[in-house]
């Protein structure tokens, strides 16, 4: 206990931050005390959004490069406190040492990407049919940004949005994973440090609300809320989405994902088995883009599932703060339980299970840890069509590759998948029109671990949304088509008359 409290304080976090509030912290390392913050009621979260718009009105009229030198700022207490704000991770979340590292490198990743595209938010020029007139197009601020975050990439996701979202000229109201409000508290604590060392920025222009789904809620209801981006499972989506809808506000969704990699008879078995490991059981199987399937060559099926079950025996599994672990805790015991449905559904469906059971019980009788699973499967039964957030690989065989590319994209979520494959054509079908329908389709590495120079996010039931690289950045700006004449006549486009 004394332990986090240093961290936090260390972390800019004041004692009564983390002490004293409704919402208790535990860790799933051993489910010890963390803290227990405050939580917001909707009407705080209905204040917080009316300052947020005031923030908004006088942060639009910054000059973009401006606004790019603020997030400048923040990656420095990023790289400044890597090290602590990892190490929370580790703690609230049960991310492995390296895992909490490379997520806040994410953040300074994606800080140092806004700052270069503050100076790049082009507009087009377009030929008008009129003469003596010009027509453009401007990518200006949208307003207020609502950013709902989930316990697995409990700072990283929120900072691909609020880096983008900033430099786009908006504010931000975040409502972080009920499971990880610490690492949110101290995130936001490094921000306000940024702010203090920049002159000219509004207060308010990123507020944290900790709560359950009533503060969610009163965010997606608020009709001055312009974009909702909301990361989270596919039921979430399916709340969120509707009622953003309703009053015709943006929606960004990154929900769930159930992502296959294919393994094609040419396939470097090496790299294969690398990448399907990480995928499948890094993070203890707690990403968005975790492989749960792996969709394999008759010919290379029964060497290659073994040699996976065999590596899969082998993984360290632990506190995830000691060095070596390779596998640290579920989140709780709800995705223990979770997993463990799963696993008995799998049975009754035709499935073979290895791995899969609780351990390291007696060390940590408050912690769920389990033993990576791979379950050999007859066929892609409806088990193997859900996203489980937990480390458990369904293993399918199959005979043409096209028939491997309808398997895989026969689920009702889209968001990533790759090949491995040393041929040319199937590696270029499998990212082609009749290949993946996902958002991202990869050859010859794993599914998971995304860049993000690249834009994220995936179709179907994973939303549809892009965040992150690319031109992610449009979702936070509104498109205005400007024409103007600067001649003295008043032509009328399609050469409509209207003599006075
Ligand atoms: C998520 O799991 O919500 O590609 C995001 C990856 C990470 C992001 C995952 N860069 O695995």
């Given at each position: 206990m004394n332990d986090i409290k240093t961290l936090l304080n260390s972390l800019g976090l004041a004692d009564?931050?983390?002490?004293?509030?409704?919402?208790a912290v535990r860790s799933p390392i051993d489910g010890a005390l963390l803290g227990a913050v405050h939580e917001a009621s909707a009407d705080e979260m209905r204040a917080a959004i009316a300052r947020a718009q005031a923030?908004?009105?006088?942060?639009?009229?910054?000059?973009?490069?401006?606004?790019?030198?603020?997030?400048?700022?923040?990656?420095?207490?990023?790289?400044?406190?890597?090290?602590?704000?990892?190490?929370?991770?580790?703690?609230?979340?049960?991310?492995?040492?390296?895992?909490?590292?490379?997520?806040?490198?994410?953040?300074?990743?994606?800080?140092?990407?806004?700052?270069?595209?503050?100076?790049?938010?082009?507009?087009?020029?377009?030929?008008?049919?009129?003469?003596?007139?010009?027509?453009?197009?401007?990518?200006?601020?949208?307003?207020?940004?609502?950013?709902?975050?989930?316990?697995?990439?409990?700072?990283?996701?929120?900072?691909?949005?609020?880096?983008?979202?900033?430099?786009?000229?908006?504010?931000?109201?975040?409502?972080?994973?009920?499971?990880?409000?610490?690492?949110?508290?101290?995130?936001?604590?490094?921000?306000?440090?940024?702010?203090?060392?920049?002159?000219?920025?509004?207060?308010?222009?990123?507020?944290?609300?900790?709560?359950?789904?009533?503060?969610?809620?009163?965010?997606?209801?608020?009709?001055?809320?312009?974009?909702?981006?909301?990361?989270?499972?596919?039921?979430?989506?399916?709340?969120?989405g509707p009622k953003v809808a309703a009053r015709f506000g943006r929606c960004l969704?990154?929900?769930?994902?159930?992502?296959?990699?294919?393994?094609?008879?040419?396939?470097?078995?090496?790299?294969?088995?690398?990448?399907?490991?990480?995928?499948?059981?890094?993070?203890?199987?707690?990403?968005?883009t975790t492989t749960r399937r792996v969709i394999i060559h008759e010919s290379i099926h029964d060497e290659l599932v073994a040699r996976l079950d065999r590596a899969r025996a082998q993984l360290k599994i632990g506190s995830p703060v000691e060095a070596g672990t390779l596998i640290g805790p579920l989140i709780d015991q709800a995705a223990f339980d979770a997993m463990q449905q799963a696993l008995a559904a799998a049975r009754e469906q035709g499935g073979e299970v290895s791995g899969g059971?609780?351990?390291?019980?007696?060390?940590?009788?408050?912690?769920?840890?389990?033993?990576?699973?791979?379950?050999?499967?007859?066929?892609?039964?409806?088990?193997?069509?859900?996203?489980?957030?937990?480390?458990?690989?369904?293993?399918?065989?199959?005979?043409?590759?096209?028939?491997?590319?309808?398997?895989?994209?026969?689920v009702p979520q889209g968001l990533s998948s790759a090949i491995f494959s040393n041929d040319l054509r199937e590696a270029e079908l499998f990212v082609s029109a009749a290949g993946s329908d996902c958002g991202i389709a990869n050859v010859n590495i794993g599914t998971s671990g995304a860049e993000i120079g690249g834009a994220f996010g995936g179709e179907k039931e994973t939303g549809?949304?892009?965040?992150?690289?690319?031109d992610a950045w449009r979702a936070y700006m509104r498109r205005a088509t400007n024409t103007v004449n600067y001649s003295s006549a008043l032509p009328l486009a399609q050469g409509v008359k209207f003599e006075i």
């Amino acid at each position: 206990m004394n332990d986090i409290k240093t961290l936090l304080n260390s972390l800019g976090l004041a004692d009564s931050a983390f002490s004293g509030g409704t919402l208790a912290v535990r860790s799933p390392i051993d489910g010890a005390l963390l803290g227990a913050v405050h939580e917001a009621s909707a009407d705080e979260m209905r204040a917080a959004i009316a300052r947020a718009q005031a923030a908004q009105l006088a942060w639009r009229i910054v000059p973009a490069p401006r606004r790019g030198e603020l997030v400048r700022l923040f990656g420095e207490e990023l790289r400044r406190h890597k090290q602590n704000l990892a190490r929370l991770v580790s703690l609230e979340a049960g991310k492995v040492t390296s895992e909490g590292e490379g997520e806040v490198q994410e953040m300074i990743d994606i800080c140092d990407f806004a700052v270069g595209l503050s100076r790049q938010l082009h507009g087009l020029t377009i030929a008008s049919e009129r003469p003596g007139h010009r027509m453009m197009e401007q990518w200006l601020p949208l307003g207020v940004v609502g950013i709902i975050s989930a316990f697995n990439f409990p700072v990283a996701v929120w900072a691909w949005n609020a880096a983008l979202a900033l430099v786009c000229g908006n504010s931000c109201v975040w409502k972080p994973s009920e499971k990880t409000p610490l690492t949110a508290l101290a995130t936001q604590a490094l921000f306000e440090r940024a702010l203090a060392r920049f002159d000219g920025a509004p207060a308010h222009l990123s507020q944290v609300l900790n709560g359950g789904a009533a503060v969610g809620e009163a965010m997606v209801d608020d009709h001055r809320v312009a974009l909702v981006s909301a990361t989270g499972s596919t039921r979430m989506g399916r709340a969120v989405g509707p009622k953003v809808a309703a009053r015709f506000g943006r929606c960004l969704l990154e929900l769930g994902g159930n992502n296959a990699i294919i393994v094609s008879p040419s396939a470097d078995l090496e790299l294969a088995v690398r990448g399907i490991l990480f995928g499948a059981y890094g993070t203890a199987g707690q990403r968005c883009t975790t492989t749960r399937r792996v969709i394999i060559h008759e010919s290379i099926h029964d060497e290659l599932v073994a040699r996976l079950d065999r590596a899969r025996a082998q993984l360290k599994i632990g506190s995830p703060v000691e060095a070596g672990t390779l596998i640290g805790p579920l989140i709780d015991q709800a995705a223990f339980d979770a997993m463990q449905q799963a696993l008995a559904a799998a049975r009754e469906q035709g499935g073979e299970v290895s791995g899969g059971e609780r351990a390291l019980a007696a060390q940590y009788p408050h912690a769920w840890y389990a033993t990576p699973a791979l379950v050999r499967m007859p066929a892609q039964t409806a088990v193997v069509r859900q996203e489980t957030f937990a480390p458990i690989l369904y293993t399918l065989k199959y005979q043409s590759l096209e028939e491997a590319i309808a398997l895989q994209n026969d689920v009702p979520q889209g968001l990533s998948s790759a090949i491995f494959s040393n041929d040319l054509r199937e590696a270029e079908l499998f990212v082609s029109a009749a290949g993946s329908d996902c958002g991202i389709a990869n050859v010859n590495i794993g599914t998971s671990g995304a860049e993000i120079g690249g834009a994220f996010g995936g179709e179907k039931e994973t939303g549809g949304g892009r965040e992150s690289g690319s031109d992610a950045w449009r979702a936070y700006m509104r498109r205005a088509t400007n024409t103007v004449n600067y001649s003295s006549a008043l032509p009328l486009a399609q050469g409509v008359k209207f003599e006075i």
